[in-house]
């Protein structure tokens, strides 16, 4: 397992998986450890993937300061990353809330991101987030499904704060709620650093119409990839996120929710790969 220390002396870990050119990847959850990602349903046969491990959580150190889990401060981390890889320029994914942190990375060193592909993610650094009704719209969708109604009274019931995300909520995360969406779900736990995560979204961490700004000049290539059924972002949203890009495209991944490699591997593969290959 190959690490690299942060600028603050913390060390960090990755996993490399697949053979190609290098794609770096950053984890949501927020600060869930990589390995929930896999190798993004197949992609790992088109490019070697550098899946970080955020500080605090799977193989990387815990900080001395947990100031620094704030989602701007871990933006150093990526350029440490990219540093030790040697990388001039570097293609970027972020998955749901490293989808912000890629964001602001791209916003800070826009001359070292050569392509952008954010997954499923809100952008909180554009001030932009998923409301419940969001939510709730996109889990209408499933209407029919067994058990149904018990899971969206769940849903409404966690949305409202009167009660804490459970199993019960998380087939609405997912185009298809079957044995590997349920494996994968029920990983979660163990697999995020809570207190970590509460610091991510620290409000201070965050300036909208400076960052507005700053993503109006990048040159590089971006792609919104959205699920048909996820609500956080819905493709509503994903499309108003990308409105803050020069160079976006939106794709909307049918059936798909919040892990839309799941849903079908060999549509997102085929639909990142062919924004990976275009000319940066």
Do not use: K
């Amino acid at each position: 397992m190959p690490t690299f220390t942060a600028a603050d002396g913390t060390e960090l870990a990755y996993h490399q998986r697949g053979t190609g050119d290098p794609l770096v990847v950053l984890p949501g959850g927020p600060m869930r450890a990589s390995a929930y990602l896999g190798d993004l349903g197949g992609l790992a046969r088109h490019r070697r993937l550098i899946l970080l491990d955020l500080r605090g959580t799977g193989d990387s150190a815990a900080p001395a300061d947990p100031a620094t889990y704030r989602c701007d401060r871990l933006v150093d981390d990526v350029e440490a990353l990219r540093v030790h890889l040697g990388l001039d320029r570097m293609d970027l994914l972020g998955h749901s809330a490293g989808g912000s942190l890629a964001a602001l990375y791209a916003a800070r060193h826009p001359h070292r991101t050569a392509r952008l592909a954010l997954v499923t993610t809100a952008l909180r650094p554009l001030g932009l987030r998923a409301s419940p009704q969001d939510r709730l719209t996109a889990a209408r969708l499933r209407q029919g499904r067994p058990g149904f109604e018990d899971a969206f009274a769940a849903l409404r019931a966690w949305l409202a704060g009167e009660r804490e995300y459970g199993l019960d909520v998380a087939p609405f995360f997912y185009g298809r709620w079957d044995d590997a969406a349920r494996a994968h779900a029920e990983s979660e736990e163990a697999q995020t650093n809570d207190d970590a995560a509460d610091r991510y979204f620290d409000p201070e961490a965050f300036d909208p119409p400076e960052t507005r700004a700053a993503l109006s000049a990048l040159s590089a290539p971006v792609l919104f990839l959205a699920g048909e059924l996820d609500g956080g972002p819905s493709p509503a949203l994903a499309r108003r996120a990308a409105e803050s890009f020069p160079q976006a495209e939106v794709a909307v991944q049918p059936g798909a929710g919040h892990y839309p490699w799941l849903d079908d591997p060999e549509w997102f593969v085929r639909r990142v790969t062919a924004f990976l290959d275009t000319a940066a």
